[in-house]
């Protein structure tokens, strides 16, 4: 059986989360997809990316089995005009449905690797807190929290170390405040921090 879970924080938002697992059937592509999704998965050549596929897919479906979901400019819409962000990292695929804009959901493995990455995603102040113990998880946070930032935004153009900011937080916060800001414009977002073993996951919601 997979691992389902629900996380949304607050009554306006739908968040779930599937854990594949290894040589799980999630459904089958060729009855259960629509048209336009059975073509999006035969363009997936890599098997985890198909089952990342069907398993955004199966969440969807778990919402309202009548539910669709379209692309816009690379920017999903569901059928009933409810907006709709989805990330996935390795075996963990996650949802977040809301009838309200400036949503964005993002989780990733916690890796060494983003240490490689920080100055292009952080400003120098960000960077001076986030370093220290335990550091390889506030940078993969902080930058799931920006990633969620930048997909409810959805702007092209954006400079994740100046246009999305992030106030202080620690490994054990479960919430803090991040902002998009652009010329004379400044949207405050609240987010929602959640550990999963190896991976990080952070909720973005307009404020």
């Not at 506030?138 to 409810?152: D, F, H, P, V």
């Not at 246009?163 to 929602?192: C, T």
Request: hydrophobic share 35%; glycine share 4%; net charge neutral.
């Amino acid at each position: 059986m997979p691992e389902l879970i629900d996380l949304a924080p607050n009554k306006s938002l739908i968040c779930k989360l599937w854990r594949i697992e290894e040589g799980e059937v999630i459904m089958d592509p060729k009855t259960e997809l629509c048209l336009n999704d059975y073509k999006l998965f035969l363009n997936k050549k890599l098997q985890h990316h198909q089952s990342q596929f069907l398993a955004s897919r199966k969440l969807i479906e778990l919402v309202h089995s009548d539910l669709r979901v379209a692309y816009k400019d690379n920017i999903p819409l569901l059928s009933d005009n409810r907006n709709i962000s989805i990330s996935h990292s390795e075996d963990i695929v996650t949802i977040l449905i809301s009838e309200n804009k400036g949503i964005g959901i993002d989780v990733e493995r916690i890796n060494k690797k983003v240490h490689s990455i920080k100055s292009k995603f952080l400003n120098q102040k960000e960077i001076n807190y986030l370093t220290g113990d335990g550091e390889t998880k506030r940078l993969t946070k902080a930058w799931t929290a920006k990633e969620a930032i930048y997909k409810a935004v959805r702007k092209p153009g954006i400079i994740f170390s100046e246009n999305i900011l992030l106030e202080e937080f620690n490994n054990e916060a479960k919430s803090g405040i991040g902002k998009f800001v652009l010329s004379n414009q400044e949207i405050r977002f609240k987010l929602y921090f959640y550990d999963l073993d190896d991976y990080c996951l952070t909720i973005s919601q307009e404020m």
